[in-house]
């Protein structure tokens, strides 16, 4: 034995055989780790929602997201089968923890114990805080470079006007502004409602997220109108009072008229200028309805008319009608007298279908002038008389005289006394 082992050849040989079984042996290690590695595959499967396990009546969470990624490897069977069914469940367990700031494992369950899972994230930084209710006004705006020139915006609101918002006590506590924003095309010039979707935002205007808002729609009014300015007015007596009617005064209860039109046009505008035609007046109607134009360059002006009256002083003795005729027997006694002008008459007994047109006076109007006690005539007024003139059976130019009713306790004198009437 001493001898074969110390014989060259026996140890080369012995060495060879050696050699050949290592390399065999290795080379089915080698063929059986190959064929292990082609029954196993790795496959990513992409926004798998992320389930959060806390009590979302009372508390709000912050730091997870809506889904995750998750990495499996394993047996081509139990890949393929997961990659179908995905019957298993990827969450976060927040339950037990207290209110803060905590660093958590992203877990899953029902994932078969053959494949190795790797979730991508594997760790959330979350924050559990106390859910918070609190209700804002909205702050209902529209970019006014919007408008076409011109407009302005006179006012802006939202319905409701109010919101409720829901959320983590820091979110709710770092509200600054709750809006309501109007998109529209350039060149407005009209009033527009728009629905609007309602943002919350903190001091710097980041919108805040992780919040509830209800509702999360609001209908915003935008009453879009052309620039306009209000200016005082002033005014001027134009014409000639009547004979015996002195204007002492003129004056209205409108002190500022609304002028619509180009800014710079408008603004140079520095008062309103009312002429008042004073002709008009009577002793008995001193009201004067003056309609007011836009000025030159502008649009329109609010009010279009206004009502100007004035006060007068009346001189009874000029205003006393020519011609004028008792109505009784000698002058009244009384120096108390009060002037009735244009005291329409009418016409009666027509037969039906018949028309009358009066020649003189041309216009069908008489004076009257009452007398009586000075108590009497503060109670009279012009609906008191009736001036007419009986048409019974008459056809053709006629000349009528002209009646009057008028209360027991006064007085009066007319004139003219008859009228000229054209019955037709």
Request: proline share 5%; aromatic share 6%; net charge negative.
């Amino acid at each position: 034995m001493d001898k074969m082992m110390d014989n060259p050849w026996f140890l080369r040989i012995t060495a060879l055989l050696l050699a050949l079984l290592m390399f065999f042996s290795v080379k089915a290690e080698e063929e059986n780790n190959n064929s292990a590695a082609s029954n196993t595959m790795t496959e990513v499967i992409e926004e798998v929602p992320l389930e959060v396990y806390y009590d979302d009546t009372s508390l709000m969470v912050s730091g997870v997201p809506e889904t995750v990624d998750v990495q499996i490897t394993g047996p081509n069977s139990a890949v393929q089968r997961t990659l179908q069914i995905r019957d298993f469940t990827v969450f976060v367990d927040l339950r037990n923890l207290p209110l803060g700031e905590h660093r958590i494992r992203v877990q899953t369950e029902n994932i078969s114990e053959q494949l190795g899972v790797r979730i991508e994230p594997t760790f959330l930084n979350v924050m559990i805080e106390e859910r918070v209710t609190q209700e804002f006004k909205i702050d209902a705006e529209l970019n006014e470079r919007l408008l076409a020139e011109g407009y302005v915006l006179e006012s802006i609101s939202a319905d409701p006007d109010t919101v409720t918002v829901s959320g983590p006590k820091s979110v709710i506590d770092s509200i600054s502004f709750v809006k309501a924003t109007v998109t529209e095309e350039p060149g407005m010039d009209a009033s527009v409602t728009r629905e609007a979707r309602v943002r919350v935002l903190a001091n710097d205007l980041t919108k805040l997220e992780n919040v509830t808002i209800e509702p999360e729609v609001v209908e915003v009014e935008a009453v879009i109108e052309e620039y306009s300015r209000e200016v005082p007015i002033s005014l001027t007596q134009t014409g000639t009072a009547r004979e015996g009617i002195t204007v002492d005064d003129i004056e209205t209860s409108v002190n500022t008229v609304k002028i619509s039109g180009p800014q710079d046009v408008v603004d140079a505008i520095e008062e309103y200028e009312v002429e008042v035609n004073i002709s008009g007046i009577t002793a008995t109607d001193t009201a004067i309805e003056v309609d007011l134009p836009a000025p030159e360059g502008t649009s329109s002006v609010d009010p279009e008319n206004i009502i100007v009256d004035a006060e007068i002083s009346v001189d009874e003795t000029v205003l006393l009608p020519e011609n004028i005729n008792y109505t009784e027997d000698g002058y009244p006694g009384s120096n108390d007298m009060r002037i009735f002008e244009d005291l329409t008459l009418q016409v009666r007994g027509m037969e039906e279908g018949n028309n009358a047109d009066f020649l003189d006076p041309a216009d069908g109007v008489v004076a009257l002038v009452a007398y009586g006690t000075e108590e009497i005539l503060e109670s009279l007024s012009m609906e008191d008389f009736v001036v007419y003139v009986e048409a019974a059976e008459k056809l053709g130019q006629q000349s009528l005289e002209i009646a009057v009713e008028g209360p027991e306790e006064a007085e009066w004198l007319i004139s003219p006394v008859t009228a000229t009437v054209n019955i037709r």
